[in-house]
């Protein structure tokens, strides 16, 4: 199975319409792949708040028409990254699309853990509530993004519901990106997944970030990783290792349970 994983800059100066016309560009360039992925919030840039209001679009706009498009065109199933999405009867929300090779909508998922603590995502967006799973020929992947990758207990429930293939855009500051390689080997080795975590290059919002898009194997080796520009990158990899790890060291048989919780100490 060949990935791409497109590591785009998102920088002041380039408008939303060119960069969406850019990345349409670039997704028809991987013909051939089998999966494309690209980063969390790339129209706007994940840090550049004051854009969310503004560029906030329905699920079924401007952004997602032209990946529609590019997916169809290119004949890939395209990840493509998230948006800031309006919902007409709620709040924003941080929301990924995934698209069929045809260019049919196959998933939408909104993201669960906000970051920012108390200002930014945390409290401009609204949270998400479902694990979502889409079955490819090859794999089922599971969804994340950014900020999820640091809460262990979602991917464990994607791979409940058949996951085994981690995919995770992401707008990841560079200041902390030793977390980033840390965390995608650690979610690929206690769900014994791959993971394909697709970041951003360039400065969001003055923020720097980490690019480093990273791919590791369920055995927590690193097939491919990306520098810090932008960059498109590359990788084939063989589903099937999933089950053979799985069955080689059968360490998911072995969770316990329903623990409870400890009394008060005394």
Same mark, same amino acid.
Request: glycine share 10%; charged share 25%; aromatic share 6%.
């Given at each position: ?10 920088? &002041? ?7 969406r016309?850019?990345? *349409? ?5 991987q $013909? %051939?792949a089998d999966?494309?992925?690209? !980063? &969390?919030?790339?129209?706007? %840039? $994940? #840090?550049?708040?004051e ?5 906030? =679009?329905?699920?079924?706009g !401007?952004?997602?028409?032209?990946m529609?498009?590019a ?6 199933w ?9 919902? @007409? =009867? %709620? ?5 990924s699309?995934?698209f069929? !090779?045809?260019g049919?909508?196959?998933?939408a998922? +909104?993201?669960i ?5 108390d200002?930014g ?24 993004t950014?900020y999820?990758?640091r809460? @262990?207990?979602? #991917? ?10 981690l995919?995770?855009?992401?707008g990841? @500051?560079e200041r902390? +990106? ?5 965390l ?5 080795v =206690?769900?014994q997944s791959?993971?394909?975590a697709?970041?951003?290059?360039g ?12 791919v590791?194997? @369920?055995? *927590?080796e690193?097939l491919?990783?990306? *520098?810090?520009?932008? &960059?498109?990158?590359?990788?084939? #990899?063989? !589903? ?7 069955e080689?060291f059968?360490?998911l ?9 400890? *009394?008060?100490?005394?």
């Open positions: 199975m060949r990935a791409s994983l497109i590591q785009i800059a998102v920088d &002041e100066g380039e408008s939303v319409e060119s960069r016309v850019r990345m *349409g560009a670039l997704v028809r360039e $013909a %051939g999966l494309v992925v690209l !980063p &969390e919030l790339w129209t706007t %840039g $994940a #840090f550049a708040y854009l969310f209001g503004s560029e906030a =679009e329905p699920l079924e !401007p952004t997602y028409e032209a529609a498009k997916a169809s065109d290119a004949g890939v395209l990840h493509a990254g998230s948006i800031p999405e309006r919902d @007409p =009867e %709620g709040p924003l929300y941080n929301t699309l995934v069929s !090779p045809s049919e909508l196959a998933a998922y +909104r993201k853990h906000r970051f920012g603590f200002k995502e945390a409290v401009l967006m609204g949270a998400g509530s479902e694990l979502v799973t889409v079955r490819l020929p090859q794999t089922v992947i599971g969804l994340g950014c999820d990758l809460f @262990p207990e979602l #991917f464990r429930g994607l791979v409940d519901a058949g996951a085994e293939t995919v995770l855009p992401a990841w @500051p902390r +990106r030793s977390h980033w390689t840390l995608a080997k650690a979610r690929a =206690e769900n791959f993971v394909l697709c970041g951003t290059a400065t969001h919002a003055g923020v720097p970030q980490a690019g480093h898009s990273i590791v194997d @369920p055995w *927590g690193v491919a990783e990306a *520098g810090a520009g932008e &960059e498109v990158l590359t990788v084939e #990899f063989d !589903p099937s290792r999933v089950s053979v790890t799985r080689q059968p360490a048989k072995d969770r316990v349970l329903g623990l409870e919780r400890p *009394g008060r100490a005394r």
